[in-house]
């Protein structure tokens, strides 16, 4: 068994389904996190959003955005966008799995769909709203060389960041806040590696910081 394999087993058991049915209607957004294996490890593929969006300009995201009323659900929404920003077709995508959701600063809920791309995938972003597209070894964000984090007044977790240097351009890319998150919790469970650092969640019971956490954000709405 390779790791694509073993690492589809081990994100299924956190699919969500239904899980989630019970929370309030909320704005919702998805993001898609491509996994793909190169050499015998994981990495992901992630985007530096263009300088000429009102929201976000000049951050590095995963592919993603606002679920529209013709989604059916919110893997639609994640292959949608991924398909406008960076040209991936959602018949390359194998979906693994829906995350638990998790709230953004605007108050959206947000929903992580992981899923398998090929290795030789070659991204054609939309330049209104992708810069750059790069790909990360998952490790890198289980490590601690790269990692600094500051605890914000009002949130109950860190607010992570990464400094990644692409080795193919030279580019240094920042990677933080939820972005980050999202990259420690898939890497930390994909992986089986604790993170050298305080993710500010368990990492071998995840679903029940966020849930908590969620709930908690939900009630001051």
């Given amino acids: 068994m390779d790791i694509k394999e073993k690492t589809i087993i081990i994100l299924k058991r956190y699919e969500i389904g239904s899980k989630y049915s019970y929370l309030p209607v909320l704005p919702k957004a998805a993001v898609l996190i491509p996994l793909f294996q190169r050499d015998g490890e994981l990495h992901v593929l992630m985007t530096l959003r263009s300088l000429e969006l009102r929201s976000n300009a000049g951050e590095v995201c995963f592919p993603g955005g606002k679920r529209d009323p013709g989604d059916r659900d919110d893997v639609a929404t994640a292959l949608r966008e991924a398909e406008e920003e960076i040209g991936l077709p959602p018949d390359q995508v194998e979906v693994v799995c829906s995350l638990f959701p998790v709230m953004n600063q605007r108050g959206l809920l947000v929903v992580p769909v992981v899923g398998f791309i090929d290795e030789s995938f070659a991204p054609r972003p939309n330049p209104a709203e992708v810069s750059a597209v790069f790909t990360v070894p998952l490790e890198f964000f289980t490590k601690a060389g790269a990692h600094s984090a500051y605890n914000p007044t009002g949130l109950s977790t860190p607010l992570h960041s990464f400094l990644y240097q ?11 806040g939820l972005t980050a998150m999202l990259a420690i919790l898939v890497a930390s469970l994909a992986l089986r590696n604790k993170p050298e650092f305080d993710a500010g969640f368990d990492s071998d019971n995840p679903i029940t910081f966020f849930q908590h956490n969620l709930n908690k954000r939900i009630n001051k709405l």
Avoid: E, H, N
């Avoid at 692409?166 to 933080?176: A, L, T």
């Fill in 166 to 176: 692409d080795p193919k351009s030279g580019i240094s890319y920042q990677v933080w």
